[in-house]
């Protein structure tokens, strides 16, 4: 969708959330859209807090809303923590512009009050009610189909059509990009618009986000609200770049796209039309691609409060490294437990199996071999793996037998990442240590094993 081409135009987007409870995947594949499009037209995107049915509203929600889109990295530029030009950012406090607004239309006779009622309605013509939508097209709907239209209740409460209406209108909204739930709306809000002799926006309504397996995104049906996807360690540039996707592919057909290359490529022409089901497996394996795609120094930051890293005694340069190595191996940042830890753990932790294989008198050879053999090899993970094949053919020992001890003295365990990698995590002294504690004949360990030629 291009947009508009006025001189005053200017792309102006808003999500104007509910703060009702979590914010589910659904709302915020609706802000994601409409971050996106704001930033590829170098426009604003607006938070604009529907908190009228006070009865709904839960506390801590507009917290709550923040929190996940702070977390997805879809800031607004206006709103209520931001300010900005069109305050406030809260509909409930924007009552008495609503009700200015509906004195307007009494004066130009476009609104009237019925009878002894108070309620200020809107005059409507019959005839149809046109307004075209980017994926459904022209939609007509005749007046007389739409009943009253009350803009303000008898208790001096604007409603909800005329809030939205008003709001939008007074924050210079351009495109309107909601679910496609509000598409009945739409009709009332139009003719609002005629009545103040507003061009309305562009309306995008987008298609719905089912649950996993199709239905109702629920809390019953796998994670609802997208701060859940946070607590079981997706990555957020993976819940943005899925739900970016969903009912829509970049041209060139490329699913795993940084939040650059999505601005770059939105293009909302592109959104069909079909309802969408959250596939978490996709979703899962975006996250992987961008936690591989993450800087080491980031991805150590992430990773350092899901790590016992006290207990582990890492340090920056420890989760760096392990940063380095194994992002290939994670897909959620909670597999950190599962793929990192393990190495770390002190290798007397491993199972009695792991252990027995240390008593084997071939096993101490292949331990002196490995200490040998990295004690002066440089401290990457290549070098290192091709140091200790060296180690092995130079001893005419056969893998089956010279890896597992090797592996065991250092990690404990029996199966795990290619050795190389296992010893640069480790760190050079960390591993000279633990080869050193495994060989029982080997003079004392001495803490530090980086140091003199204990073999
Ligand atoms: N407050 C509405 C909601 O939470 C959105 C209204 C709109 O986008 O027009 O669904």
């Not at 009622?117 to 007389?144: M, N």
């Not at 005629?194 to 649950?211: C, D």
């Not at 491993?350 to 401290?379: C, K, M, Y």
């Amino acid at each position: 969708m291009t947009p508009p081409t006025a001189s005053t135009a200017r792309v102006r987007t808003r999500f104007a959330p509910s703060p009702t409870g979590a914010l589910h995947l659904g709302n915020a594949r609706t802000a994601i859209l409409n971050w996106l499009f704001a930033r590829r037209h170098g426009g604003a995107f607006v938070l604009r807090l529907e908190d009228t049915d006070t009865e709904r509203a839960v506390a801590g929600g507009e917290e709550m809303i923040y929190e996940a889109l702070d977390w997805l990295g879809i800031p607004p530029d206006e709103g209520p923590r931001e300010g900005g030009p069109f305050p406030p950012y809260r509909q409930l406090a924007r009552a008495e512009r609503h009700r200015a607004r509906a004195e307007e239309l009494l004066e130009s006779g476009k609104a009237f009050r019925s009878g002894g009622e108070t309620a200020i309605r809107l005059r409507i013509e019959s005839g149809p009610v046109e307004f075209t939508d980017l994926l459904k097209g022209t939609l007509a709907i005749d007046g007389d189909d739409l009943g009253d239209l009350v803009l303000v209740r008898s208790d001096g409460r604007p409603t909800y059509n005329f809030a939205v209406a008003v709001d939008d209108i007074e924050m210079e909204i351009s495109h309107v990009i909601r679910g496609v739930g509000h598409l009945s709306n739409t009709p009332k809000q139009v003719l609002l618009y005629r009545a103040f002799g507003v061009e309305p926006p562009a309306f995008v309504h987008i298609p719905t986000v089912l649950a996993p397996g199709g239905g109702k995104l629920s809390k019953r049906r796998g994670a609802a609200g997208v701060l859940d996807y946070r607590e079981r360690g997706f990555h957020p540039d993976a819940v943005l770049n899925y739900l970016s996707l969903l009912s829509w592919s970049s041209e060139d057909g490329e699913e795993f796209l940084s939040r650059e290359a999505l601005v770059e490529r939105i293009d909302l022409d592109r959104l069909g039309a079909a309802d969408a089901e959250v596939d978490e497996e996709k979703m899962t394996w975006l996250s992987g691609q961008h936690l591989r795609a993450e800087p080491a120094e980031q991805l150590a930051r992430d990773w350092a409060p899901r790590l016992d890293v006290e207990g582990l005694g890492l340090d920056d340069a420890d989760l760096r490294r392990a940063a380095e190595v194994f992002a290939k191996r994670t897909r959620l940042h909670s597999d950190v437990t599962s793929e990192v830890e393990p190495i770390y753990r002190a290798p007397e932790t491993g199972g009695s199996a792991a252990r027995e294989l240390l008593s084997a008198p071939a096993s101490e050879t292949a331990i002196r071999l490995a200490h040998a053999a990295w004690a002066d090899t440089a401290w990457r993970p290549e070098p290192l793996a091709t140091a200790l094949r060296g180690a092995m053919r130079d001893a005419g020992l056969a893998g089956r037998t010279f890896f597992p001890p090797v592996r065991v003295a250092l990690t404990g365990q029996l199966h795990g990442p290619d050795l190389g990698e296992v010893a640069y995590a480790l760190g050079r002294e960390r591993t000279l240590s633990r080869l050193s504690s495994a060989m029982p004949s080997a003079p004392a360990a001495g803490g530090d094993g980086a140091g003199g030629d204990p073999i």
